[in-house]
Protein backbone atom coordinates (compact mmCIF):
# COMPACT_ATOMS: atom_id res chain seq x y z
CA UNK A 1 0.00 0.00 0.00
CA UNK A 2 1.37 3.40 -1.00
CA UNK A 3 0.78 6.26 1.66
CA UNK A 4 1.11 9.86 0.33
CA UNK A 5 1.18 13.07 2.90
CA UNK A 6 0.72 16.46 1.17
CA UNK A 7 2.31 19.56 2.53
CA UNK A 8 2.70 23.15 1.47
CA UNK A 9 -0.75 24.52 1.26
CA UNK A 10 -1.70 27.65 2.89
CA UNK A 11 -3.55 31.36 2.61
CA UNK A 12 -1.59 33.26 -0.27
CA UNK A 13 -2.46 36.79 -2.09
CA UNK A 14 -3.78 36.64 -5.50
CA UNK A 15 -1.18 36.94 -7.81
CA UNK A 16 1.07 35.10 -5.08
CA UNK A 17 3.08 31.61 -5.49
CA UNK A 18 2.99 28.28 -3.81
CA UNK A 19 5.19 24.81 -3.88
CA UNK A 20 3.20 21.75 -2.98
CA UNK A 21 5.10 18.38 -1.65
CA UNK A 22 3.58 15.45 -2.06
CA UNK A 23 5.91 12.85 0.67
CA UNK A 24 5.65 9.16 -1.15
CA UNK A 25 6.41 5.95 1.18
CA UNK A 26 8.38 4.15 -1.64
CA UNK A 27 10.32 4.82 -4.71
CA UNK A 28 8.48 6.80 -7.02
CA UNK A 29 9.79 4.50 -9.87
CA UNK A 30 7.34 2.15 -8.80
CA UNK A 31 4.68 4.21 -9.51
CA UNK A 32 2.85 4.35 -12.55
CA UNK A 33 2.00 8.15 -13.16
CA UNK A 34 1.36 10.47 -9.96
CA UNK A 35 -1.19 13.16 -10.00
CA UNK A 36 -2.40 16.28 -8.93
CA UNK A 37 -6.21 16.95 -8.10
CA UNK A 38 -8.23 19.90 -6.17
CA UNK A 39 -11.60 19.68 -4.60
CA UNK A 40 -13.38 22.81 -3.94
CA UNK A 41 -16.57 23.17 -1.61
CA UNK A 42 -19.54 22.28 -3.83
CA UNK A 43 -17.30 21.29 -6.68
CA UNK A 44 -16.51 17.94 -7.96
CA UNK A 45 -12.89 16.66 -8.14
CA UNK A 46 -10.78 18.06 -11.02
CA UNK A 47 -7.41 16.88 -12.12
CA UNK A 48 -4.76 19.49 -12.29
CA UNK A 49 -1.64 18.11 -13.60
CA UNK A 50 -0.12 14.81 -13.99
CA UNK A 51 2.99 13.06 -14.48
CA UNK A 52 3.84 9.52 -15.92
CA UNK A 53 6.83 7.23 -15.02
CA UNK A 54 8.09 8.58 -18.51
CA UNK A 55 8.40 12.34 -17.43
CA UNK A 56 4.97 13.05 -19.31
CA UNK A 57 3.39 15.89 -18.25
CA UNK A 58 -0.17 17.13 -18.78
CA UNK A 59 -2.30 20.54 -17.12
CA UNK A 60 -5.65 21.56 -16.94
CA UNK A 61 -6.29 23.99 -19.01
CA UNK A 62 -7.15 26.73 -16.37
CA UNK A 63 -3.65 25.93 -14.99
CA UNK A 64 -1.51 25.40 -17.86
CA UNK A 65 1.07 28.19 -17.96
CA UNK A 66 0.60 28.76 -13.93
CA UNK A 67 1.36 25.74 -12.89
CA UNK A 68 4.27 22.89 -12.87
CA UNK A 69 4.34 19.39 -11.74
CA UNK A 70 7.68 17.93 -11.17
CA UNK A 71 9.44 15.20 -9.03
CA UNK A 72 12.56 14.39 -6.60
CA UNK A 73 13.50 10.80 -7.75
CA UNK A 74 15.70 10.57 -4.41
CA UNK A 75 13.64 12.10 -2.44
CA UNK A 76 10.37 10.25 -3.70
CA UNK A 77 8.58 13.62 -3.63
CA UNK A 78 6.14 14.85 -5.85
CA UNK A 79 5.86 18.81 -6.80
CA UNK A 80 3.37 21.37 -7.67
CA UNK A 81 4.86 24.77 -7.86
CA UNK A 82 1.94 27.43 -8.10
CA UNK A 83 2.46 30.40 -9.82
CA UNK A 84 -0.15 33.56 -10.30
CA UNK A 85 -2.46 32.29 -8.25
CA UNK A 86 -6.36 32.85 -8.47
CA UNK A 87 -9.14 33.48 -6.02
CA UNK A 88 -10.45 30.02 -8.31
CA UNK A 89 -7.29 28.00 -7.71
CA UNK A 90 -9.14 27.97 -3.95
CA UNK A 91 -9.82 24.12 -2.85
CA UNK A 92 -7.96 21.28 -1.51
CA UNK A 93 -5.09 19.41 -3.33
CA UNK A 94 -4.74 15.93 -3.09
CA UNK A 95 -1.92 13.76 -4.67
CA UNK A 96 -2.73 10.75 -6.35
CA UNK A 97 -0.49 7.88 -7.39
CA UNK A 98 -1.05 4.85 -9.68
CA UNK A 99 0.26 1.59 -8.88
CA UNK A 100 -0.44 -1.75 -10.40
CA UNK A 101 -3.91 -0.52 -11.27
CA UNK A 102 -4.70 1.12 -7.62
CA UNK A 103 -5.39 4.64 -7.35
CA UNK A 104 -3.78 6.14 -3.68
CA UNK A 105 -4.62 9.02 -2.22
CA UNK A 106 -3.53 11.47 0.49
CA UNK A 107 -5.09 13.30 2.93
CA UNK A 108 -4.89 16.59 0.84
CA UNK A 109 -3.54 20.33 1.62
CA UNK A 110 -5.45 23.28 1.41
CA UNK A 111 -4.77 25.91 -0.58
CA UNK A 112 -6.64 29.03 -0.04
CA UNK A 113 -6.31 32.67 -2.43
CA UNK A 114 -7.60 35.22 -1.44
CA UNK A 115 -8.59 38.74 -3.76
Known amino acids: QVQLVESGGGLVQAGGSLRLSCAAS????????MRWFRQAPGKERELVAV???????GYADSVKGRFTISRHNAKNELYLQMNSLKPEDTALYLC?????????WGQGTQVTVSS
Open 51 to 57: LTIGGRT
Open 26 to 33: ESIFRLNA
Open 96 to 104: SADKDGILY
